[in-house]
């Protein structure tokens, strides 16, 4: 099994930033892709960063290109998603969630785990 805690989420002013950190815990469960999505209210779930662990090639949606990075730390098991430049249309519900697979990044199909989510408001 693999567990996701997310952290870090909070509200800003528009132009702030935020990190959001994805602690994971696993039982030997190989993970090929990690991966940041935000969900708003009204609206489908949407792929924002992905990174492969072993490759650490990332990927970003075209909205976040340039202001988010995503990054991992082996030693303590963490994924961040470095937010800057915050607009008010980034305000969403921001998960984590690990894949066992390749695939298409952005496809929330392909992920087998998530986290519960953090809240990320960003005011005008």
């Known amino acids: 099994q693999v567990q996701l805690v997310e952290s870090g989420g909070g509200s800003v002013q528009a132009g702030g930033s935020l990190r959001l950190s994805c602690a994971t815990s696993?039982?030997?469960?190989?993970?090929?892709?990690m991966g940041w999505f935000r969900q708003a209210p009204g609206k489908e779930r949407e792929g924002v960063a992905a990174s492969y662990p072993d490759s650490g090639a990332p990927y970003y949606s075209d909205s976040v290109k340039g202001r988010f990075t995503i990054s991992q730390d082996k030693a303590e098991n963490t994924v961040y998603l470095q937010m800057n430049s915050l607009k008010p249309e980034d305000s969403a519900m921001y998960y984590c969630?690990?894949?066992?697979?390749?695939?298409?990044?952005?496809?929330?199909?392909?992920?087998?785990?998530w986290g519960q989510g953090t809240q990320v408001t960003v005011a005008s």
């Open positions: 696993t039982d030997g469960t190989s993970i090929i892709t």
């Open positions: 969630a690990a894949s066992r697979a390749w695939g298409s990044w952005s496809n929330s199909g392909m992920y087998n785990y």
